[in-house]
């Protein structure tokens, strides 16, 4: 499971729980958010350490990473974007974002310069809930705001790689109908275009849609799981 930009791994601790009753291996993995081809790597490392057939989960910007992920580098046998970029080669996630309207997260962003060059994102914690979770209480979203990890700026521009993983590989796609970091006109087309065994767009759900419904995105893991068991 590979959590976005703005998150963390504990981002998906609900739908691991869940997952884990049904008695499926988890690894919930702390991507370094620093560039595409820098985290699918590190990712294809992280799998080709499981043994046994694979389901992919990408949140966010952590689409982008599994989309990019070596397809030798274990059994891979389904993807599971929640509220997740997938791009085509060359694409972004900043050109996907914007391909339809909608999108309301660069007004929200904050930066830090870096002195090893570039510069780190975050959302500022007093716009978080509005723009990022807008369907869980006060309480949970500023502990979110203040613990969100940052995204080096240069990542969400970076063009995807030659081979996008979704091109042969079943995917499932779920997403919230008022995500304001990827307008939902656009998960719609990726799903679309990836010809997604199943897609399911929620009704007043936000961009942390793995958050707010953690039981529909956990099911909609294990039908991808009972998916490739039925297939082999």
């Known amino acids: 499971m590979a959590h976005g930009a703005f998150a963390e791994s504990s981002s998906w601790d609900t739908v691991v729980t869940l997952l884990k009753r049904h008695r499926l291996s988890v690894v919930s993995a702390a991507v370094p958010l620093r560039g595409v081809a820098y985290d699918a790597a590190y990712i294809s490392d992280l799998v080709a350490t499981v043994s046994g057939p694979v389901i992919l989960g990408g949140h966010s910007y952590g689409g982008s990473v599994i989309s990019n992920v070596d397809r030798g580098s274990a059994d891979i046998r389904g993807l599971v974007y929640v509220a997740g ?37 975050y959302i500022e914690q007093a716009k978080y809930r509005a723009q990022f979770c807008a369907d869980l209480d006060d309480r949970q979203s500023a502990q979110m705001a203040a613990g969100q990890r940052p995204i080096l700026e240069s990542a969400l521009s970076e063009p995807a790689g030659p081979d996008p993983l979704w091109k ?14 990827i307008p939902a006109a656009a998960h719609r087309y990726m799903a679309e275009r990836a010809h997604a065994r199943q897609v399911v767009e929620v009704v007043g759900a936000s961009h942390v849609v793995g958050i707010s419904h953690p039981y529909a995105t956990a099911k909609m893991i294990l039908r991808a799981a009972h998916s490739i068991h039925r297939n082999g």
Do not use: C, Y
Not at 96 to 121: I, Q
């Open 85 to 121: 970029f997938a791009p085509a080669a060359g694409e972004s996630a900043q050109a996907l974002s914007s391909k339809f309207p909608g999108s309301t997260l660069a007004p929200t962003l904050t930066f830090v310069n870096l002195r090893t060059g570039g510069r780190d994102l």
């Open 168 to 181: 042969g590989t079943p995917s499932w796609f779920i997403f919230g109908e008022l995500d304001r970091n």
